[in-house]
């Protein structure tokens, strides 16, 4: 394949920051995007925000109790196990032992989007990419304005990018809207050009397959 001389494909992730599927669907599409650079198809990725659990209280709530509540604690478990063996053949290291809250992601999402206006698809991809690492490996509530602020700080973002993300909430919440006008209602999934690419998360090659694909038909 020559190599590509047109601007990056735009590939719009829609996901929630404590799903993980999104967390392994991010591990998979680095590797696809590596392999993808390497055949001249360049990506500019932009993550847009849902919420799987939209009424969550500001705060969060005890993650057993919550995950009982809504799944039942057995198949809670059962989810769980599918997650950390998935993770494991791509990079997602699932710590479910070291979580005690499910947060609320509003706050997250809009630093997310913070990220994106003022630093592009490589600020917000550090950023988010360190949320997962955060919820999924270290166990931190990522609903936490502390939590939040040394995210960012370490993303290389601001002292007040946590204060300013604030005034994201509307934006957060019309993208939401327009996400589910589009007819998605589960996440991670994936659009090129407005139009839904994938419903879910895939393979490597599945990712390298259906991007390139895209790539072809918008040239």
Same mark, same amino acid.
């Given at each position: ?6 601007? #990056?494909?735009? &590939? ?8 993980? $599927?999104?967390?392994? +669907?991010?591990?998979?599409? =680095? *590797? ?70 499910? #947060?609320?992601? &509003? ?8 990220? $994106?206006?003022?630093? +592009?698809?490589?600020?917000? =991809? *550090? ?93």
């Amino acid at each position: 394949m020559n190599k590509q001389e047109d601007k #990056p494909l735009h &590939l719009q992730v829609v996901a929630d920051l404590i799903c993980p $599927w999104c967390f392994i +669907g991010k591990r998979s599409l =680095d *590797r696809a995007l590596v392999v993808l650079a390497r055949d001249g198809i360049a990506v500019d990725v932009e993550w847009l925000p849902y919420q799987l659990n939209p009424t969550m209280p500001a705060s969060g709530m005890d993650r057993k109790q919550f995950r009982t509540q809504r799944f039942g604690w057995e198949n809670a478990l059962a989810m769980d196990a599918r997650a950390v063996e998935a993770g494991r053949h791509v990079g997602a290291d699932f710590r479910y032992d070291l979580q005690s809250r499910t #947060p609320n992601t &509003l706050a997250a999402h809009g630093l997310s989007r913070l990220a $994106w206006d003022e630093g +592009g698809a490589s600020l917000q =991809d *550090r950023l988010v990419d360190r949320l997962f690492a955060a919820y999924f490996t270290h166990g931190e509530d990522i609903g936490s304005s502390d939590v939040l602020g040394r995210i960012a700080a370490d993303s290389g973002m601001p002292h007040d990018a946590v204060m300013r993300a604030r005034s994201y909430d509307a934006v957060v919440s019309r993208l939401e809207s327009k996400s589910r006008v589009l007819g998605i209602n589960g996440v991670p999934s994936y659009l090129v050009d407005g139009h839904l690419l994938l419903n879910g998360s895939t393979s490597v090659d599945g990712y390298v397959s259906a991007i390139t694909d895209a790539a072809m038909r918008l040239r």
